[in-house]
């Protein structure tokens, strides 16, 4: 994967299927099925899933 978690989550998301883009020029924002979400709420789906761990879990 990626050094950059938003992408690493971005990429597991995809993996379950879900369909997730970034919606255009703000590189901080994403689509997830055709909602907006941030960076960080894309990163909390990922681990809400299951599909990342917590920065704190991983130690």
Same mark, same amino acid.
């Given at each position: 994967?990626?050094?950059?978690?938003? &992408? !690493?989550?971005?990429? *597991?998301?995809?993996?379950?299927?879900?369909?997730?883009?970034?919606?255009?020029?703000?590189?901080?924002?994403?689509?997830?099925?055709? &909602? !907006?979400?941030?960076? *960080?709420?894309?990163?909390?789906?990922?681990?809400?899933?299951?599909?990342?761990?917590?920065?704190?879990?991983?130690?």
């Amino acid at each position: 994967m990626t050094d950059n978690p938003s &992408h !690493e989550a971005a990429e *597991a998301l995809r993996t379950i299927g879900r369909n997730v883009e970034p919606p255009g020029n703000d590189l901080g924002l994403w689509l997830v099925d055709g &909602h !907006e979400c941030s960076d *960080a709420e894309l990163i909390a789906l990922a681990q809400l899933f299951g599909l990342l761990t917590e920065p704190e879990q991983a130690r």
